[in-house]
């Protein structure tokens, strides 16, 4: 079961009445995890995890030490505090280190509802069973990955601090596959709330896109202009740090030169605003960002401008700022006309359809530039429609450029959609783009 605010309150406590260090922060945790796997058109697993743990981080003379368990008697718990004691006392001087918190005030986050966290297991296999039919029916392989989960925990610290929060959390992915395995769609969401989950749709889609990706052929790499889908953009904006202490040392493409940064700056089209906010209806974020600090609505990017850099405590105490109460989620979105996928299309002489990335890894952290492939649908546009589908490529992309001024012709209405390396498990409310350029560099006989 999941912890109550009064257990985890209870537990705190506890922990807390248990350290002698001068300090300490200590959690508690408590999930619950089902799931329903399903691959050539069957049913493969199906289970549920319920888990609870606890945590503790104490300082003594500034030296820091760690510790946690997975049972939350009182034996456990009073011999995890001994440990992280004792590695204290074992451990250089943490020259970081900040007194925890005291109490703050937390806005709670509608993030949490109880038919996701208590989902009906029949009803998710008559979905997934639905799903498999229409593969059979299409002459195409289904799989993907049904995952649930909710959790509730607490923090506190010494000096008087707590916080306890909820959330849930419900995503599908599939892909389907043509027998021959030549051609295959892919599509993925995800929501806090088990209603609002379309998985209709998102077998449709994926259907759609591998009996549309048949025969695909090869076309040149080379730069492009690109019409990438909100999955597509969901795969490719984890490399968007904002993070002030890379920025302040040069390690970040929102550094500049002698030891400056790039605030206050156009550095992406004027159209664009990236904001964090924790009240979002379909995004709900923590009502605690980094450290602890009561989360508030944040600006990192205003009408292209950059207006933020994230300082955590240690590093805004060193530059003499404040911290930043963000982000604990990511949303962008116009503030000019939006565009469906279907008008970018119409919209292009000649470009490349992107349905999604895969295996992305950074390259280099100063221009926030990728390197990764192309999967489960690319499609070569010509004279505004779809000619027909193209096999994939590696492409080599810095994020910064792709965003820059000048090379955005068109943005979609905003929705919510997660990395598809993530699962679902992590979202943002981003949209379809038109991009001028984009650098395919290379063929991938990958599907």
């Not at 550095?267 to 508030?296: C, H, K, M, T, V």
């Not at 000619?387 to 820059?404: E, G, Y």
């Amino acid at each position: 079961m999941l912890l109550t605010e009064t257990e985890a309150k209870a537990y705190t406590d506890k922990i807390l009445s248990y350290v002698t260090a001068a300090d300490a922060s200590v959690g508690v945790n408590s999930d619950k995890l089902s799931h329903l796997r399903f691959a050539g058109n069957n049913f493969l697993t199906s289970g549920q995890r319920i888990s609870r743990g606890a945590n503790v981080t104490v300082w003594i003379d500034g030296k820091r030490g760690s510790s946690s368990t997975n049972d939350l008697d009182d034996s456990s718990l009073k011999a995890m505090v001994e440990q992280a004691e004792k590695l204290a006392r074992l451990s250089p001087v943490d020259r970081e280190y900040l007194p925890t918190l005291s109490k703050q005030n937390y806005k709670p986050v509608n993030g949490f509802v109880e038919a996701t966290a208590n989902l009906s297991l029949s009803n998710r296999a008559n979905s997934i069973g639905g799903i498999i039919e229409e593969c059979q029916k299409q002459k195409l392989i289904g799989g993907g990955f049904h995952a649930a989960r909710a959790q509730a925990g607490a923090s506190a610290t010494k000096n008087g601090n707590f916080e306890f929060e909820r959330s849930t959390n419900v995503s599908l992915s599939m892909t389907a596959r043509t027998p021959d395995g030549t051609s295959s769609g892919y599509f993925l969401r995800s929501h806090y709330d088990i209603s609002r989950l379309d998985t209709k749709r998102i077998a449709r889609e994926a259907v759609r896109k591998a009996l549309e990706g048949v025969n695909a052929k090869t076309i040149d790499p080379g730069a492009y202009t690109v019409v990438l889908e909100p999955q597509a953009v969901a795969d490719l904006l984890g490399n968007l740090g904002f993070n002030a202490r890379t920025a302040d040392e040069g390690r970040s493409p929102y550094s500049a030169p002698g030891g400056k940064t790039k605030l206050g700056e156009k550095i992406f089209d004027e159209r664009i605003s990236i904001y964090s906010d924790p009240w979002n209806a379909e995004l709900p974020g923590s009502q605690s960002s980094q450290g602890g600090i009561p989360s508030e609505k944040l600006y990192m990017v205003k009408n292209g401008v950059l207006e933020n850099l994230i300082y955590n405590r240690y590093w805004a105490k060193q530059k003499g700022k404040e911290p930043t109460p963000g982000p604990v989620n990511t949303i962008l979105e116009t503030s000019g006309k939006t565009s469906s996928v279907e008008e970018m299309i119409k919209a292009t002489e000649r470009g490349i359809l992107v349905s999604r990335f895969w295996y992305i890894r950074g390259t280099e952290p100063r221009t926030a530039s990728s390197t990764g492939l192309t999967r489960d649908g690319v499609w070569l546009i010509e004279n505004g429609k779809i000619s027909h589908p193209v096999k994939n490529f590696r492409f080599n992309q810095s994020i910064t450029q792709m965003l820059a001024p000048g090379n955005v012709e068109m943005i979609g209405v905003s929705e919510r959609v997660g990395g598809s390396e993530g699962g679902g498990s992590n979202s943002s409310l981003l949209p379809a783009l038109k991009l001028k350029v984009f650098n395919f560099t290379s063929q991938s006989e990958a599907v």
